[in-house]
């Protein structure tokens, strides 16, 4: 009877260690990393005043995006998220590198920036942040009322 008993504790203590792994893996947060930044080496190889956007491209590779309005500011994003079972998506690290050039196409200036340094940079959803007021769902609804009217016939289609 010793034997069994102890036996069975023997299996119990594996399987309570066994579910208390599983559980513990099933916890761990699903890490995603997104972009790219070049190493502080890479970095350093920039001259400002040198390079020109041919030998940074050569360098570092193509950037994540382009300024804006024109080409004359180059960015090099990276993005590390972290989510938790159901919890929201958080960003835990985020990285900036802008590469500036003048007009003749020569880099003017390296800047570094970290998620302390501002605002963070939306990469995974694709949207685009739009101004003006947000309406509630009401708003929406009634916004329109009053404001039809019957079309008048045009004298030239008779519709």
Same mark, same amino acid.
């Given at each position: 009877?010793?034997?069994?008993?102890?036996?069975?504790?023997?299996?119990?203590?594996?399987?309570?260690?066994?579910?208390?792994?599983?559980?513990?893996?099933?916890?761990?947060?699903?890490?995603?990393?997104?972009?790219?930044?070049?190493?502080?080496?890479?970095?350093?190889?920039?001259?400002?005043? @040198? *390079?020109? !956007? $041919?030998? +940074?491209?050569?360098?570092?590779?193509?950037?994540?995006?382009? &300024?804006?309005?024109? /080409?004359? =500011?180059?960015?090099?994003?990276?993005?590390?998220?972290?989510?938790?079972?159901?919890?929201?998506?958080?960003?835990?690290?985020?990285?900036?590198?802008?590469?500036? @050039? *003048?007009? !003749? $196409?020569? +880099?003017?200036?390296?800047?570094?920036?970290?998620?302390?340094? &501002?605002?963070?940079? /939306?990469? =995974?959803?694709?949207?685009?942040?739009?101004?003006?007021?947000?309406?509630?769902?009401?708003?929406?609804?009634?916004?329109?009322?009053?404001?039809?009217?019957?079309?008048?016939?045009?004298?030239?289609?008779?519709?």
């Amino acid at each position: 009877m010793i034997g069994r008993n102890f036996k069975s504790s023997r299996t119990i203590a594996c399987l309570t260690a066994a579910a208390l792994l599983l559980g513990a893996a099933g916890c761990s947060p699903i890490i995603e990393t997104h972009g790219y930044t070049p190493r502080a080496d890479e970095l350093d190889s920039i001259r400002k005043g @040198f *390079d020109t !956007r $041919g030998s +940074v491209q050569r360098k570092l590779g193509r950037p994540s995006t382009l &300024g804006a309005l024109e /080409d004359d =500011v180059w960015l090099y994003v990276s993005q590390r998220t972290e989510t938790l079972a159901f919890y929201e998506r958080q960003i835990v690290d985020q990285r900036v590198v802008l590469i500036e @050039f *003048d007009e !003749r $196409g020569i +880099v003017a200036d390296v800047s570094r920036y970290g998620l302390e340094d &501002g605002r963070i940079v /939306d990469l =995974v959803t694709r949207t685009t942040p739009t101004g003006g007021r947000k309406l509630t769902i009401l708003q929406q609804a009634f916004a329109n009322l009053g404001r039809f009217s019957k079309k008048k016939k045009s004298a030239a289609t008779g519709k």
